[in-house]
């Protein structure tokens, strides 16, 4: 039959007398079939191709006869093959190995309320949904889980005003406070252009030339820099955020998530040791205490300062290397992470996750940390290039409230939101949110826009000299063990020097004790 006609009999069929109903097309039948036996047992369903067609087996391919060419025809190979070298979305940069798992925020005191007007604080005992990943930083892929390094923690909890992403960090601060650094230190922590292996020069490098790295530096070369699995760990926002309450009052906040199941660390040689052992022990640690109904859990403080107390803080409140110590800004217990369900994939539930740290409620805010102001683009552009530009609704990701922007269209747009307007119409006019608070003098702005470059100062000394007297005995010597197997293997006896000078002005023992393991002098 010509295609004309064929067109002309399927439209007359579905013209029908006055007053019969007419089938409709449901976009998202397909979709919600889909996922009503997305769980199902491999036991209960037939194999087909992609597009649901019967097919007899997995292995069969088309060829001429049983001995002559493979055929172009046979779709079950062409799209096996296909799919299988499309199957990995990038590497993240940072963070790249990781576990997860599922739970829930539970407010446990009023703190929360008292400072804050977001929802997700406002009752005690009120849950919120939540998925965690945690993850070590600076390694790819197939980095052992145990090996020296940051971790990362994330949680993504799902409010009723829509995603608040908590981006944490093992440690309370961090080794830079211009965020244009952050790629050079990267580079210099991660395979060398030439060998692509790890080169002790460079990351002895690009640390000895900045010296406000050395607090960072003394905590990731102690124990707290080889933690036990991802449970037995802390996380910290680092950065400064605002938060606001329904008349506009404010106070600086940071936010912390103390391990209930108590910090434990390996040293050195235990790190090394369960690194080829079980290179994957965190992933499992997790997963099995999870399967055992062992479910791991954090308490989740604030610390907050009023704006007049930030002024004569004794350090930069936007300052990333610089910690609030608890013993001056107290832990106020808000409420508690559980997290209780393991991912039934971890493709679909962990990888393709996303944090952000723009993604917030009304009543917190971002501050003009610099660090913090350079995440707020950073982290959803790497989603963006990762995941795709509506990563947003992949169900991972997808908010728990309605959605109602003017973002359209794109590759893997699954709700593009209907016919609605996409654009600030009058004739479906969009209903608009009152302005939560006036945020018009939450800060005021003196001076024009310059270049600008921190620079070290004496006060970048004070909290590693703070930890380093606060350390046991065998902390010490510890990390003066681990400084002198790390440093030690830079080639360089220039940057030795430089970054032993650094841990001298740190302490003079601590110095002579590293000068003496990497043979270098002192002057």
């Not at 062992?294 to 002024?311: D, G, H, L």
């Not at 970054?499 to 393991?517: D, E, K, P, S």
Request: net charge negative.
């Amino acid at each position: 039959m010509h295609i004309t006609a064929s067109i002309a009999l399927l439209c007359a069929s579905l013209v029908s007398a006055a007053g019969d109903v007419q089938p409709s097309f449901n976009m998202f039948q397909g979709p919600e079939l889909q996922e009503s036996v997305m769980n199902k047992p491999a036991s209960e369903l037939k194999f087909t191709l992609s597009g649901g067609a019967p097919f007899p087996h997995p292995y069969m391919i088309d060829r001429l006869g049983t001995n002559g060419p493979v055929l172009l025809q046979g779709v079950n190979l062409i799209e096996h093959l296909a799919h299988f070298v499309r199957e990995r979305v990038p590497e993240r940069t940072v963070h790249a190995k990781g576990a997860g798992a599922h739970g829930y925020f539970e407010v446990t005191t009023e703190i929360g309320a008292k400072y804050c007007m977001a929802d997700v604080f406002s009752q005690v005992g009120k849950r919120t949904p939540v998925t965690g990943r945690l993850s070590t930083i600076a390694g790819n892929l197939g980095n052992p889980d145990a090996i020296r390094d940051l971790r990362g923690l994330g949680f993504k909890l799902r409010t009723t005003q829509g995603i608040l992403d908590w981006v944490l960090l093992n440690h309370p601060v961090f080794w830079l406070r211009d965020p244009i650094k952050f790629p050079h230190f990267i580079h210099s922590q991660k395979r060398h252009p030439s060998t692509h292996v790890l080169n002790h020069n460079d990351f002895w490098d690009y640390l000895s030339a900045n010296n406000e790295s050395i607090y960072q530096v003394m905590r990731t070369m102690s124990d707290l820099g080889t933690p036990d699995g991802f449970r037995h760990m802390n996380g910290y926002t680092g950065n400064t955020f605002r938060t606001v309450k329904e008349d506009g009052t404010w106070h600086y906040l940071k936010v912390s998530v103390i391990s209930d199941q108590g910090i434990k660390n390996n040293t050195d040689a235990e790190a090394v040791k369960l690194s080829g052992e079980n290179p994957d022990f965190g992933v499992t640690d997790l997963y099995d205490a999870i399967a055992a109904g062992n479910f791991p859990s954090w308490t989740v403080y604030f610390q907050v300062m009023t704006p007049q107390e930030a002024e004569s803080f004794k350090y930069n409140v936007f300052d990333l290397t610089k910690e609030w110590l608890p013993s001056e800004v107290p832990l106020q217990e808000v409420g508690r992470i559980t997290l209780n369900q393991n991912p039934t994939n971890y493709h679909q539930e962990v990888e393709q996750i996303g944090f952000d740290p723009a993604q917030m409620p009304p009543g917190l805010e971002p501050t003009e940390d610099p660090t913090l102001q350079a995440r707020l683009f950073a982290y959803a552009d790497a989603h963006r290039y990762r995941i795709g530009i509506n990563h947003k609704q992949l169900p991972i990701n997808c908010p728990l409230n309605p959605v109602a922007t003017f973002l359209r269209d794109g590759p893997m747009s699954f709700n593009n939101q209907g016919s609605r307007p996409n654009f600030m119409s009058t004739q479906d006019p969009i209903q608009l949110q009152p302005r939560f608070y006036n945020d018009d003098n939450h800060t005021i702005w003196v001076g024009g826009a310059i270049k600008y470059l921190s620079t070290p100062a004496e006060i970048d000394f004070d909290l590693p000299r703070i930890f380093w007297n606060g350390l046991s005995k065998r902390d010490q010597d510890n990390l003066v063990s681990n400084v002198i197997g790390h440093l030690g293997k830079a080639t360089d006896g220039t940057i030795r020097l430089k970054q032993t000078r650094i841990f001298a002005h740190v302490n003079a023992t601590l110095g002579q004790r590293i000068a003496a393991g990497v043979n270098v002098t002192l002057p």
